[in-house]
């Protein structure tokens, strides 16, 4: 049994039909990759696994529950947490206090204190910066400190949108070497992601999308290497 198990599922932005029937699934400690052209439903797609929209029909099933349609906040309880398209950092809120708001739905204190701990390791930046607040830091430091605050929830599984999103290519290395190194401390990935040679470089399996609908899924490095594949996202 999957992980996460995406089921047929059909979403609308009022009248448009933005999700045509998707499935698709994550097997636990896999990274894995929905690419595509812009407008394609990628957002979407995660957007509706983390319960920021709800789907017409189908099923969600996460470790076994169907979440579909649960409110957003529930679902940082069952342990999917996101990393979202522009960073959405509380821009009028120190670093530390970002942080500490991605722990909402934790009591363990003492825990909570090692996590810290765990971010700084990550991302040493952060550490320096942690009385800042968030609106003053550069744009790279902003991807990291989202994706601090959403570690801070201890997720099974880490939704990322668009991580790479306005980044200099050295820093769009560093975030995909953190990436992969989270995903080697055992938290599942479930990675949209603009830049598709860099998606399908540190994903096990890949999806892609088309208006709506996936069209291709299979293994990274064989879509990596595929020529249809090569012409459409990856500028071969």
Same mark, same amino acid.
């Given at each position: 049994?999957?992980?996460?198990?995406? !089921?047929?599922?059909?979403? #609308?932005?009022?009248?448009?039909?933005?999700?045509?029937?998707?499935?698709?699934?994550?097997?636990?400690?896999?990274?894995?990759?929905?690419?595509?052209?812009?407008?394609?439903? /990628?957002?979407?797609?995660?957007?509706?696994?983390?319960?920021?929209? !709800?789907?017409?029909?189908? @099923?969600?099933? *996460?470790?076994?529950?169907?979440?579909?349609?649960?409110?957003?906040?529930?679902?940082?309880?069952?342990?999917? =947490?996101?990393?979202?398209?522009?960073?959405?950092? *509380?821009?009028?809120?120190?670093?530390?206090?970002?942080?500490?708001?991605?722990? *909402?739905?934790?009591?363990? /204190?003492?825990?909570?204190?090692?996590?810290?701990?765990?971010? *700084?390791?990550?991302?040493?930046?952060? @550490?320096?910066?942690?009385?800042?607040?968030?609106?003053?830091?550069?744009?790279? @430091? $902003? $991807?990291?400190?989202?994706?601090? +605050?959403?570690?801070?929830?201890?997720?099974?599984?880490?939704?990322?949108?668009?991580? =790479?999103?306005?980044?200099?290519?050295?820093?769009? +290395?560093?975030?995909?070497?953190?990436?992969?190194?989270?995903?080697?401390?055992?938290?599942?990935?479930?990675?949209?992601? $603009?830049?598709?040679?860099?998606?399908?470089?540190?994903?096990? +399996?890949? #999806?892609?999308?088309?208006?709506? +609908?996936?069209?291709?899924?299979?293994?990274?490095?064989?879509?990596?290497?595929?020529?249809?594949?090569?012409?459409?996202?990856?500028?071969?």
């Amino acid at each position: 049994m999957a992980m996460l198990e995406v !089921k047929d599922i059909n979403v #609308y932005y009022g009248a448009i039909h933005a999700i045509k029937g998707i499935s698709l699934a994550v097997e636990e400690g896999e990274i894995v990759t929905l690419i595509g052209a812009n407008g394609a439903g /990628k957002s979407t797609t995660l957007r509706t696994i983390s319960g920021l929209l !709800k789907p017409k029909t189908g @099923e969600i099933n *996460f470790l076994n529950k169907n979440i579909a349609g649960m409110p957003a906040h529930k679902i940082v309880h069952e342990g999917i =947490s996101q990393v979202p398209e522009g960073r959405r950092i *509380f821009a009028e809120m120190t670093v530390l206090e970002n942080l500490e708001l991605g722990a *909402f739905t934790r009591t363990d /204190k003492d825990e909570i204190q090692n996590d810290f701990k765990m971010v *700084f390791g990550r991302f040493p930046r952060l @550490e320096e910066r942690k009385a800042q607040l968030a609106g003053t830091l550069s744009g790279g @430091e $902003q $991807q990291m400190l989202a994706m601090g +605050r959403a570690l801070m929830s201890r997720p099974k599984l880490l939704l990322m949108d668009e991580p =790479s999103m306005g980044l200099a290519p050295l820093l769009i +290395r560093e975030i995909f070497n953190i990436i992969v190194d989270i995903n080697k401390t055992g938290t599942t990935i479930l990675l949209v992601e $603009q830049n598709a040679n860099m998606a399908l470089s540190v994903a096990s +399996r890949a #999806y892609v999308l088309e208006t709506g +609908r996936i069209t291709i899924s299979g293994d990274a490095k064989e879509l990596a290497a595929s020529e249809e594949i090569r012409k459409a996202y990856l500028g071969g």
